[in-house]
């Protein structure tokens, strides 16, 4: 899904696991809840996106964009929990 431009999608609960979403757009996206365990967002824009409850283990966040991303319960690539914008 290279280069995908998905600004302000509903993308809640999605099981994006794995998923190459590298370069995407995702500017406002709602990603609450999303699987997103393992996936490609390098070079990706989070900027805005609500990634409450996500799940982000083992994901590739380099050089991914996230300025002012909801990160409230949001579990890390190296497992921890984040609880920014609760």
């Known amino acids: ?8 999608a509903d993308l809640s609960y ?3 696991e794995a998923t190459d979403l590298e370069r995407a757009t995702l500017l406002d996206a ?5 699987n997103l365990m393992g ?3 390098s070079y990706a824009n989070l900027e805005g996106a609500n990634l409450s ?3 982000l283990r083992n ?6 964009r996230m300025y002012g991303a909801i990160l409230c319960n949001t579990t890390m690539p ?3 929990i984040i609880y920014s914008g609760c």
């Open 1 to 8: 899904m290279k280069k995908a431009f998905m600004m302000g």
């Open 14 to 16: 999605a099981q994006l």
């Open 30 to 34: 709602n990603l609450a809840a999303t």
């Open 39 to 41: 996936a490609d967002l």
């Open 53 to 55: 409850g996500a799940n």
């Open 59 to 64: 994901a590739n966040l380099t050089y991914t």
């Open 78 to 80: 190296n497992g921890s």
